[in-house]
């Protein structure tokens, strides 16, 4: 019997060393292989809910396109907040769905909408509780990608190879339903890289909202901020700022911080009854923005701008001026109070990352913000 056995035997052995010996794992991007990422806060995996999708052209893909796609890796970052990130993140549980598709979509122009960046068929390729490592991680260099250092997920089934188009792999986090007892990671950052496009914000001008009053970090000496990931051609205008709790704010944006109407800026609003507040920016277009609460005794209300840009070639190196108009009724004869301004300047550099991200932080969210600069820094399990 053994003697019949044993070449059935040598065929599984040699069919296992043959699929091992086809297994590859491709690091993306390449150039994150033995380098950290730009350390910018990616919650991925963390108790913050999420969709994000990762877009992942052909030519970066190479080869590997023509494989199977078994499994993914995201590797936690260890350069944020230095000290912090190496003492380690908290894991936790997070409840993961990840879909992948072979789409026609463009990773250099994704559309913010979900739906629109996936192919025809779309997998379902996991779906469950996923234990995130708790990681400290003090060596030189990036940390690796291995238990605790990285955040594993072997597919339940594998995605089928493709002979056209992109790969769009969809990362769904939900926090895990109370009745499963587990907790979710306390913060836990994805390594994310970042391609420089030359967008820049600068500010300029005094807010006056806080003026004589505690910030939540202390007495801030700007407030509008204007996120310069995100300003590009083909992704999204997004614009911040702090104000008062319970009413809506007004956000301005010109093309011009040194007229409006004929008026010379900066203007005083002091003339019209806001002493200590300016105008800094010509007012082309403005829009009210309801507050956000993160909680009931967060004594501010957080307001945020967020509109898509057009694919357009001529908004490259292009300016924006962008300021906030706060209403306070009780505060002064005006009603108002103003931030400073922020003078924002689209990139000029084409993305060649051959990634781009899209991403809402809400699991059932429709659309999110376009991201043509960036993607975690992930490890393929390819077969």
């Given at each position: 019997?053994?003697?019949?056995?044993?070449?059935?035997?040598?065929?599984?052995?040699?069919?296992?060393?043959?699929?091992?010996?086809?297994?590859?794992?491709?690091?993306?991007?390449?150039?994150?292989?033995?380098?950290?990422?730009?350390?910018?806060?990616?919650?991925?995996?963390?108790?913050?809910?999420?969709?994000?999708?990762?877009?992942?052209?052909?030519?970066?893909?190479?080869?590997?396109?023509?494989?199977?796609?078994?499994?993914?890796?995201?590797?936690?970052?260890?350069?944020?907040?230095?000290?912090?990130?190496?003492?380690?993140?908290?894991?936790?549980?997070?409840?993961?769905?990840?879909?992948?598709?072979?789409?026609?979509?463009?990773?250099?122009?994704?559309?913010?909408?979900?739906?629109?960046?996936?192919?025809?068929?779309?997998?379902?390729?996991?779906?469950?509780?996923?234990?995130?490592?708790?990681?400290?991680?003090?060596?030189?260099?990036?940390?690796?990608?291995?238990?605790?250092?990285?955040?594993?997920?072997?597919?339940?089934?594998?995605?089928?190879?493709?002979?056209?188009?992109?790969?769009?792999?969809?990362?769904?986090?939900?926090?895990?339903?109370?009745?499963?007892?587990?907790?979710?990671?306390?913060?836990?950052?994805?390594?994310?890289?970042?391609?420089?496009?030359?967008?820049?914000?600068?500010?300029?001008?005094?807010?006056?909202?806080?003026?004589?009053?505690?910030?939540?970090?202390?007495?801030?000496?700007?407030?509008?901020?204007?996120?310069?990931?995100?300003?590009?051609?083909?992704a999204s205008f997004e614009a911040e700022a702090t104000g008062p709790k319970g009413l809506p704010a007004l956000a301005l944006l010109g093309l011009s911080n040194?007229?409006?109407?004929?008026?010379?800026?900066?203007?005083?609003?002091?003339?019209?009854?806001?002493?200590?507040?300016?105008?800094?920016?010509?007012?082309?277009?403005?829009?009210?923005?309801?507050?956000?609460?993160?909680?009931?005794?967060?004594?501010?209300?957080?307001?945020?701008?967020?509109?898509?840009?057009?694919?357009?070639?001529?908004?490259?190196?292009?300016?924006?001026?962008?300021?906030?108009?706060?209403?306070?009724?009780?505060?002064?004869?005006?009603?108002?109070?103003?931030?400073?301004?922020?003078?924002?300047?689209?990139?000029?550099?084409?993305?060649?990352?051959?990634?781009?991200?899209?991403?809402?932080?809400?699991?059932?969210?429709?659309?999110?913000?376009?991201?043509?600069?960036?993607?975690?820094?992930?490890?393929?399990?390819?077969?």
């Amino acid at each position: 019997m053994l003697r019949r056995t044993a070449p059935f035997s040598l065929g599984l052995a040699a069919l296992a060393i043959q699929a091992a010996a086809a297994q590859s794992t491709l690091i993306l991007p390449a150039s994150a292989t033995r380098a950290e990422g730009s350390s910018v806060d990616a919650q991925l995996a963390s108790g913050i809910e999420s969709r994000t999708q990762i877009l992942i052209s052909r030519s970066v893909l190479g080869p590997s396109a023509k494989k199977l796609l078994y499994g993914i890796s995201i590797r936690r970052d260890t350069g944020m907040n230095t000290d912090l990130g190496k003492r380690g993140w908290k894991g936790g549980w997070i409840d993961l769905e990840i879909r992948a598709s072979w789409t026609p979509a463009d990773p250099k122009a994704p559309s913010r909408d979900f739906a629109k960046n996936h192919g025809k068929r779309v997998f379902s390729v996991y779906r469950g509780l996923v234990a995130v490592p708790t990681s400290t991680w003090s060596g030189s260099g990036p940390a690796p990608f291995r238990s605790p250092h990285a955040l594993r997920v072997p597919f339940k089934i594998p995605l089928p190879a493709a002979s056209s188009g992109a790969l769009c792999l969809e990362l769904v986090n939900r926090r895990p339903a109370p009745s499963t007892g587990k907790l979710p990671p306390e913060n836990w950052i994805a390594d994310l890289w970042v391609q420089d496009l030359g967008a820049r914000a600068l500010s300029f001008g005094k807010d006056c909202f806080f003026a004589g009053k505690k910030s939540p970090v202390g007495f801030l000496a700007t407030n509008a901020q204007v996120e310069t990931s995100t300003l590009a051609p083909g992704a999204s205008f997004e614009a911040e700022a702090t104000g008062p709790k319970g009413l809506p704010a007004l956000a301005l944006l010109g093309l011009s911080n040194k007229s409006f109407a004929g008026i010379p800026l900066p203007f005083d609003l002091g003339l019209l009854g806001a002493p200590g507040c300016k105008l800094y920016v010509s007012i082309d277009l403005a829009v009210a923005v309801p507050p956000r609460s993160f909680d009931r005794s967060y004594p501010f209300g957080e307001f945020r701008l967020l509109f898509p840009l057009p694919n357009f070639t001529s908004l490259a190196g292009a300016t924006l001026y962008q300021q906030w108009l706060f209403l306070e009724p009780r505060r002064n004869r005006l009603g108002l109070t103003a931030s400073d301004a922020v003078l924002a300047r689209f990139g000029t550099k084409p993305p060649t990352l051959g990634m781009s991200m899209v991403q809402a932080y809400a699991p059932a969210a429709s659309s999110g913000t376009v991201y043509l600069d960036r993607t975690p820094v992930l490890a393929l399990d390819l077969r």
